[in-house]
C-alpha cells in the first residue's frame, strides 16, 4: 500500500514484514507471500528486534490518528492475518463462526467476525481467562475441554466457518468437526504433527472445505487499521502488556510462550 508521495519525515507507519520482489508474478497480482524472493523481518532478515529496519516504502502503510503504536503493533500480525482468514473463507453477512484459540490472533478474530457480519461467534480456549474475555467481546465462549465441537454442533447444526489459531492436530480436528453443510475450516497455526481427517464424515458428507491460510497481504492492512480507528476492533484488552526492547523482559516473554503461559499479546516498545 506504500506510495512514495504519501510519506514524509515523522509519518505515523506500520509495517509489512514479508519483504518481497515487487515484480515477479505473485507479487504483481497481490500475493506477495508467495514471492520466490520474500523474506520476513526477523526470520528471513534482521529487523525483529531493532531500533532503526530498513524496508521498500512498499512495505509500509500509514497508521491513522486514532491507532496507536501498540495496537498498529497487533493489526500488522495477529489482527491482519486474522482478517485474511475471513477473507479466505469468504466469510458472509448471517453466517456462524467458531474460533479455536483466543490468543492476539483469536481476540482480534471474534471481533472482526462480528464486524464483517456474522451472527454468532464461539471461541474455545484451554484457558479460562482468554474464554472470559472472548465473552467479553461478543463470543459464546467455551473451554477446550470435553467435546467443545460436538457442543458447537449440538447448538447450531454445524458452523459456516471454523478458524484454526493452535497448530495442533486436536484443534485442527475439532474445526473440521464444527462445521456445518458447506462450512469452510481455514487453517492458520503452524501444526507439525499431522491431523487425521475423515474423508466422507469430515469433507464429502457435509460437501466442507479445509483451506490453508499464510499470514495476511499487505493490502490488507489499511482494511485493519480502519476496523480500529472506527472502533469496530478494540485492541485495548488485547495488549495485555508492553515491554521495553532489552534483552531480559523480551527473553521473559519468549519463554512464557514457550510454556504457553503469555499474555494475550505483548508489544515491544523501544525506550
Known amino acids: ?5 504519501a510519506f514524509s519525515i515523522g509519518t505515523r507507519v506500520g509495517v509489512h514484514y514479508q519483504v518481497s520482489c515487487g515484480a515477479c508474478g505473485a507479487c504483481r497480482v ?17 529487523g525483529g528486534y531493532a531500533d532503526l ?6 512495505n509500509l502503510v500509514v497508521l491513522p490518528d486514532a491507532v496507536d503504536f501498540a495496537h498498529g503493533a497487533v493489526a500488522m500480525c495477529s489482527s491482519a492475518t486474522a482478517y485474511h482468514a475471513f477473507v479466505r473463507a469468504r466469510l458472509a453477512p448471517g453466517e456462524r463462526v467458531a474460533v479455536f484459540g483466543l490468543g492476539g490472533l483469536g481476540m482480534s ?12 461467534v464461539y471461541g474455545v480456549d484451554v484457558d479460562p481467562d482468554k474464554v472470559a474475555l472472548a465473552r467479553r467481546l461478543g463470543a459464546a465462549g467455551m473451554t477446550a475441554t470435553g467435546d467443545p465441537a460436538g457442543d458447537i454442533v449440538d447448538a447450531t447444526g454445524g458452523v459456516d466457518v471454523a478458524v484454526e489459531l493452535v497448530g495442533k492436530p486436536e ?8 462445521l456445518g453443510p458447506r462450512g469452510r475450516a481455514v487453517v492458520v497455526g503452524l501444526a507439525t504433527e499431522p491431523t487425521l481427517i475423515h474423508s466422507y464424515a469430515d469433507l464429502i458428507g457435509k460437501e466442507a472445505e479445509v483451506i ?9 492492512l489499511p482494511v485493519v487499521l480502519r476496523h480500529i480507528a472506527e472502533g469496530t476492533l478494540d485492541l485495548d484488552a488485547v495488549v495485555a502488556e508492553t515491554v521495553p526492547l532489552q534483552p531480559g523482559p523480551v527473553n521473559a516473554v519468549l519463554d512464557h510462550l514457550d510454556a504457553g503461559t503469555a499474555a494475550v499479546r505483548t508489544v515491544i516498545i523501544p525506550d
Open 1 to 5: 500500500p506504500g506510495e512514495p508521495g
Open 171 to 178: 484443534t485442527v480436528r475439532n474445526a473440521i468437526r464444527s
Open 30 to 46: 497481490g500475493a506477495e507471500q508467495f514471492c520466490g524472493e520474500g523474506a520476513m523481518i526477523g526470520n528471513d532478515r534482521d
Open 53 to 58: 529496519v530498513v524496508v521498500p516504502i512498499r
Open 212 to 220: 490453508g491460510v499464510m499470514d495476511h497481504l499487505a493490502a490488507e
Open 109 to 120: 478474530a471474534i471481533q472482526l467476525a462480528r464486524a464483517m457480519g456474522a451472527t454468532e
